[in-house]
C-alpha cells in the first residue's frame, strides 16, 4: 500500500533514542524445564486455545540492577490466591520494585473534571501505542486501522502485558497433541509477531530485530524488541506476566480484582530478560503509565473494558473461550481496565495538564455475535497478517522454541467458526469529533484530548486553532451534541468515572456540559447518571446521541445494558426528565438520532438482522430492511449503511427508480442533506454528493469516522489524524 503523507510528521525521522535500554550480544539460553504442575486444580480458559496447566510459584524477582540468581525450587501454594502475611508482602514487593508501593486511593466523588478554558496541548509527532492482553490481540481485533497507521509513517509501540503462553502446547495441524512447554510457546508466539510486523514493514519473513531488555523507573524491566525500515519504526514491548497464578486461576483478572495478590512473570525461552520479577495491582498501573511517558503517544489502543453481557451456558462458554456472562475473555477485559487506569492516572498526573492523546477501545470476542463488517480486501489484507504469526513448523526462522503460534497457521483465522478476524468493531463508535457551522459559516467541533473535552475553532485563514479545554474527564472518545435555541451547543458524554479494581467502584456516567450564556465562561458539567441502576450492567452502557426537536426539547439516548434503548429528555427550561427504557433490541451500539422530514424524532441502530427503529414513545419496526453491519446514518427520511462482509452502500426505502448509491468503502458514512461522507477500504476520505465521488486530497490518515456538516455554501469536512490533531477540509480542493 502507498504510504498516506501526514502533515506535520516525517516519515525518515525515528523515535529518538533513549535511556534505559540494554542491548543483547545473542540469544540467552533457555531456563530450566517447568517443574510438574499442581494437580486437582481446575484453571480458566486460555487464549484462543485450551485450557492451561496451573503453574507452580516462580522465584521472586531480585533487586532491580542485580545480577539475576538461579530460580529458587518452587512449592506448591497451601492458598488459594498465595495470600502473604503484612511481612512477607512487604518484602515481596520491594524486590518487585524500587518504587515505593503506592496504596490504592479511596473512591473519589463523580463529579466531572471542570473546564480550565485554558490552550490544551497539542503534540509535535505522531506515535500510536497499543496496550494488548496477548500476542495476536491486535491482528485479530485492531487491524485494519493499525496497519493503515502504520503503512502512513506511524512509529509503532505494542505492549503485551501477558506471556501468552496459555497451556504451553502449540499444537500444528501435524501435531495435535504436542508436549507442554510454556517457555518455548511464549517465545514462539513472539516470534511470530516479529515476523507478521516485519512483513508489514515491507522487510523478508525472517529479517532479525534488536532485541534488548528496557529498564523502566520503578526498577521494573521489560523484554523490547526494535525494528526499522526506511523510516517507519516498530517497537514490541512484553511485559510477560503470567496468565495463570500458582493456584491455577487467570492472572491477570485476579490482579485487577484480588488486594494482596503477587503475580509472577515467565521467562520465554531465548528473552534477553531472564529474571523472573513480581507485579501487585498497583505496579502494573505503575509501569503503564510509566510506558505512557517514555513513549508520550498521540493514538493509545486498547481493548475493551466493559465487555457486553452475554449469557450462554458453561460448555458454549469454554468453547467460545468467554468469561462467565460476558462476550470476551476475561483477560482483554483485566488489561483493558488496567490501561484506562493508567491513562486516567497519566492525564491527572502529567506535568503541565493532561497530554495530547486520543483513544480507540476495540471489541474482542464481540465480534463472534455480531455481523462481520469487513468487506473482502480488507478481510484478506488483515488475514495475511496472521498468516506469518501463525507460521508453521517446517518454517525456518531459526528461532529454536518455535516459529509463530501453529494454533492459528495458515487458513485458520479465516475457517475458525468463531470468525473473530472478519469484524474490527470500536467500543465508542462515531465520530470523533462533532462539527458545527457557526455565524460567518465557520466551524466549530469538539473532541476529547488527554480524556478531557476540548474545543477547536477555525481561523480566519482556515484550519483550527488550537483545543480549549472544556473538562469533563475521563471521557470515553466520542461525543454527543445537541443544538440549542440561540445556537448554544449542548454537550454529552460517557464518563469512565471511577476505574478502580480490587473491589473498589467501577462507576460509568452520562455527563452534559451546559453551555453558559454568551460571554459567561465555557459552561458547568453536570452528571445526568446511568440508565442502569445496578453498577455492573452500568459499564455497559453505549455513547450518547442527541438530537434537538422542533419544540426546542433536547432528546439523548443511549444503548442500555440490555441492547436497547435508553432516553431521558430536556426540556427547554434546562430541567431532565427520568431515564426511560424504550426496549426494543437487541443492536449495537452506534445510535442515530435525527429529526425526519415528519417533524418527529427518530433513532436507528444496528441490529443482528435489521435496522431497528425507535420514536420516543417506543420501538417503530421498519419490516423488510436489510441486516446492517455497523451504524445507521439518516438524512431527508433516507437511510445509508453498509451490509454485512461488502464494501457495498444500501440506501433502502429511496424513491422508487433511484439510482444505487455508489459509495465504495468500510465503515458507518455520515449524510447531511445530498452529501455523504465515508471512507475508501484504504482508510482514505470520500465525499459523494449528487452520484459525483469527490477524493479530498491531501488528507491524512482518519481516525475512526469523519465528521460532515454542510449549508448553503456546500461542505464541511473534519476528522482527526495520528497526531491527535484535527484536519478541516473545503471544496475549493475538491477532486474527481
Known sequence: MRPISTPGLDPTRALEPTPGLE?????VPAPGAQPEPTPGLQPAPGLHHPTPSPEPTPALQPTPGAEPEPALTPTAPTRRHLLLGASALAAATALASCAPRASVPPPRASVPSPASGRPAAQADRALLLQVLAHPDDDLYFMNPDTQQALAAGTPLVCVYVTAGEADGRNKSATDRDPAP?????????HQGLRQSYATQLGLPLFTPWDQRVLRLPSGFRAELDVLEHRGRRVELVHLN????????????????????LLLRTLVPEGSPLRAVQTYTHDSVVTVLVELFQRYRPTVVHTLDPDPDIQVSDRLTRLRDSEQPGYSDHADHTAVASFSWAALIRWARTAPGGPPPFVVTAYRGYYNHHWPKNLPPRLLDQKAAHLVPYG??????????????????????????????VRATHHRYPGPRLTLVRGPGGRATAYGVLGLRAVRYDEEPGGGFAAPVDLGGGPLAPVLGSATLPGGRHLLLGLRLAEVEGLGGPDVREIVALEPARRGAGAGTWTGLGNPESDPDRGRRIGVPVAVTARDGRVHLFVRNAGQGVSTRVR?????????????????????????????????????RDTVHHWTPDGPAPLPGLPTPADAIAAADGRLYYRPPASDRLLSPGGPPGAPPVDLPGYGPVTATGDYLLGRATDGSVRLLHQGRRIHPAGLPVTLDTPSLTADAHGPTLAGLSPDARPWLWRPAQAKA
Do not use: I
Not at 506476566?241 to 494482596?260: D, I, N, Q, V
Open 391 to 420: 507460521a508453521a513448523p517446517g518454517w525456518s526462522c531459526g528461532n529454536p522454541a518455535g516459529c509463530g503460534d501453529y494454533n492459528v497457521g495458515g487458513d485458520r483465522p479465516l475457517t475458525n467458526r468463531k470468525g473473530w
Open 241 to 260: 506476566l503470567a496468565m495463570h497464578t500458582p493456584a491455577g486461576h487467570m492472572g491477570a483478572p485476579s490482579l485487577w480484582r484480588e488486594p494482596g
Open 571 to 607: 426540556d427547554t427550561s434546562g430541567t431532565w426528565s427520568p431515564w426511560k427504557d424504550l426496549g426494543g433490541g437487541p443492536v449495537q451500539d452506534g445510535l442515530t438520532a435525527t429529526v425526519g422530514p415528519d417533524g418527529r424524532v427518530h433513532v436507528y441502530a444496528p441490529g
Open 23 to 27: 542491548p543483547t550480544s545473542g540469544p
Open 181 to 189: 512447554d510454556k517457555a518455548a510457546y511464549s517465545a514462539a508466539r
